[in-house]
């Protein structure tokens, strides 16, 4: 991999980003040993103890492991790696990956109405105040960012309702790998924002404490916009793989 000279200021987040971005385009593969703490130094120009603490940052992500006698080796990503991968490996080379961008969204129709159910069990009335507020924002945004914007904050408060540490952090990794590709998705997911009374359906059924029903409801509420994404992602995926026309 040609790695590239940093300076000291924030030196440890620039080398740690050159590695990730190392393991994750596959320059560096899984099982392969990276150079010692020296040559890594030397190669990108900064202090061993700098490259020490960049090497930590990755093993914490589950890039790579680290072991006395045998220095840092790469890790398989698929096994190792957690959510907060998601943003980094959805944009590669500043396009969109579709294979990435299918399973982000297969999680947000299987996660949304495991959390409806959650929320319908466990809303308290501040919870039901924040979730109505926020559609009532949405209910009058004008532009279809904004409606997108309104819209994960909406599920935000769902979540917050349904009072779950894992379905939170899932999400934040989700959303914060979605949000980059907002612009672009609006016009497809202009129906589903724009499903007020769908929204409107959902919140009383949680206000109810009718998990059944809140599932039901936010699977009708996600369905349409998954099943366009989906097409989307297979057009990509296929466009990928076609050669084009003249090559």
């Known amino acids: 991999m040609p790695f590239q000279p940093v300076t000291q200021q924030s030196a440890p987040e620039i080398v740690f980003d ?7 385009s596959g ?7 990276l150079p010692s703490e020296r040559e890594l130094a030397r190669m990108l ?9 960049a090497l930590k940052r990755v093993a914490a992500s589950g890039l790579v492991t680290i072991r006395q006698g045998d220095g840092a080796r790469v890790q398989d990503i698929a096994r190792t790696g957690g959510l907060d991968l998601l943003p980094r490996l959805l944009i590669r080379g500043g396009a969109l990956v ?3 961008a299918r399973s982000i969204v297969e999680a947000r129709a299987v996660v949304g109405p495991e959390v409806a159910r959650l ?14 507020s926020v559609l009532d924002r949405l209910a009058v945004e004008p532009e279809p960012v904004g409606q997108q ?10 979540i917050d309702a349904a009072d779950s540490i894992a379905f939170r952090l899932m999400y934040n990794s989700l959303r914060a790998a979605y949000e980059p590709a907002v612009p672009a998705l609006a016009g497809v997911l202009e129906p589903e924002v724009g ?27 996600l369905e349409p916009a998954t099943s366009a994404l989906l097409a989307l992602c297979e057009a990509l995926e296929e466009a990928e793989t076609t050669p084009g026309e003249g090559h």
């Open 18 to 24: 050159q590695i990730v971005e190392g393991v994750l």
């Open 45 to 53: 120009g900064v202090s061993r103890p700098t490259v020490r603490e």
């Open 98 to 100: 579709p294979s990435v």
């Open 27 to 33: 320059d560096l593969a899984a099982g392969e040993a």
């Open 119 to 132: 929320a319908a069990q466990r809303a308290s009335d501040d919870h039901l105040v924040a979730i109505r």
């Open 195 to 221: 499903n007020i009374e769908g929204y409107r359906a959902l919140v009383d059924t949680i206000a109810a404490h009718d998990p059944e029903r809140a599932e039901v409801a936010a699977r009708a509420l």
């Open 149 to 158: 914007v309104a819209a994960l904050e909406f599920w935000s408060a769902v």
